[in-house]
């Protein structure tokens, strides 16, 4: 049996210039909040959610992002325009279809250059712990050994996640998808990642989820893990704005 490979931080890693948010969804688990507002738009301790995912972006330097935009795109364009002003912002307009996740990167594949890039879901809520957990999965990354690269929270930390996990993690941070149905996978998929443009290749016609591409970086052994420090919750129906917010008041 091989030994498995460690990937050690890189301390001076530069973190990606490049960020895809992905901010096209309709939300309709968050409704009624979201029949007159994408949820992104929706707050949580008095900023929507788009403006805290701007929020981790600034802090980690990043200096261009990619936004897909489908329901209620005007608002979202609109809000975009007038509250972020310190990094470059590109729409990617998925107006005519929405793409799901896997579409919509590769409608977007132009605009995201050819380096690493991160992707962020605009609908979790997350704070950092001792370091900037963007900057953890820049130290991290390896662009010979890796494809993907997920920040991953325990199970037992992820704040409203009504699923049942999502992968398992080996002891050179390799991850592997849910083994069992029915089981809980211990690590929960926070919806930021660091990806590799070559990841993004042959893929079908149409609307599509980004599990294509992952099970295809699972298969090759260059899908990886890393362990978010700080506090996550998943925002996904009203009742969690409350919950996140309680969770913020505690610490």
């Given at each position: 049996m091989s030994r498995p490979r460690y990937i050690r931080p890189d301390p001076g890693a530069?973190?990606?210039?490049?960020?895809?948010?992905?901010?096209a969804g309709i939300g309709k688990r968050m409704r009624p909040l979201t029949a007159t507002r994408p949820k992104p738009l929706v707050e949580v301790a008095g900023r929507t959610l788009l403006?805290?995912?701007?929020?981790?972006?600034?802090?980690?330097?990043?200096?261009?992002?990619?936004?897909?935009?489908h329901y209620l795109a005007d608002a979202l364009e609109a809000h975009l325009r007038h509250r972020v002003k310190d990094i470059e912002v590109i729409v990617s307009d998925e107006r005519a279809a929405l793409m799901e996740t896997g579409g919509g990167l590769v409608q977007a594949r132009g605009l995201l250059g050819d380096e690493p890039f991160l992707v962020v879901n605009s609908d979790n809520f997350w704070l950092d712990g001792p370091t900037d957990a963007i900057r953890q999965?820049?130290?991290?990354?390896?662009?010979?050994?890796?494809?993907?690269?997920?920040?991953?929270?325990p199970y037992a930390r992820a704040h409203n996640h009504g699923g049942q996990g999502d992968f398992h993690l080996d002891a050179a941070g390799r991850i592997t998808g849910r083994r069992k149905p029915g089981?809980?996978?211990?690590?929960?998929?926070?919806g930021v990642q660091i990806v590799s443009p070559r990841l993004i290749r042959d893929w079908p016609e149409g609307p599509f989820s980004t599990?294509?591409?992952?099970?295809?970086?699972?298969?090759?052994?260059?899908?990886?893990?890393?362990?978010h420090q700080g506090l996550w919750s998943e925002v996904n129906v009203p009742g969690a704005i409350a919950r996140t917010e309680a969770m913020l008041a505690d610490g």
């Open positions: 530069r973190v990606p210039t490049t960020a895809m948010v992905m901010a403006d805290h995912v701007f929020d981790r972006l600034r802090a980690a330097g990043v200096a261009r992002a990619v936004v897909n935009v999965l820049a130290a991290r990354w390896n662009d010979e050994a890796m494809d993907a690269l997920l920040l991953l929270v089981r809980v996978a211990p690590f929960v998929y926070t599990n294509l591409f992952w099970d295809r970086a699972i298969a090759a052994g260059r899908a990886y893990g890393l362990v």
